[in-house]
């Protein structure tokens, strides 16, 4: 099985930036999909952002603005970047291979204190 390993999440004060992490090994990586998913507590998870193969991006309109989705083909890595944050953006974030089948990662936490 796939596996992806997010990295990244930390407590940061509101208005302040991190970048997360999503690495994984192979070209199924590289050719595929990759999204960045979210769930607060208490809440559903939904998405985030994605970012095509060839670099077709999308957001939320949560994070429109503040949020980039980049990705390292030659290392295999899909980055979150994230700026202006928000007690709002406080949740798991989790990296998603969108191949068939799809694959998910376990999870970093990220905590955005007011």
């Known amino acids: 099985q796939v596996q992806l390993f997010e990295s990244g999440g930390a407590l940061v004060q509101a208005g302040g930036s991190l970048t997360l992490s999503c690495t994984a090994s192979g070209s199924i990586f590289t050719a595929n999909t990759v999204a960045w998913h979210r769930q607060g507590s208490g809440k559903q998870r939904e998405l985030v952002a994605s970012?095509?193969?060839?670099?077709?991006?999308f957001y939320t309109d949560a994070v429109k603005g503040r949020f980039a989705i980049e990705r390292n083909n030659a290392n295999n890595t899909v980055f979150l970047q994230m700026n202006r944050v928000k007690p709002e953006d406080t949740a798991v974030y989790y990296c998603?291979?969108?191949?068939?089948?799809?694959?998910w990662g376990q999870g970093t936490e990220v905590t955005v204190s007011s």
């Open positions: 970012i095509t193969s060839w670099g077709d991006r």
């Open positions: 998603y291979l969108a191949s068939t089948p799809g694959f």
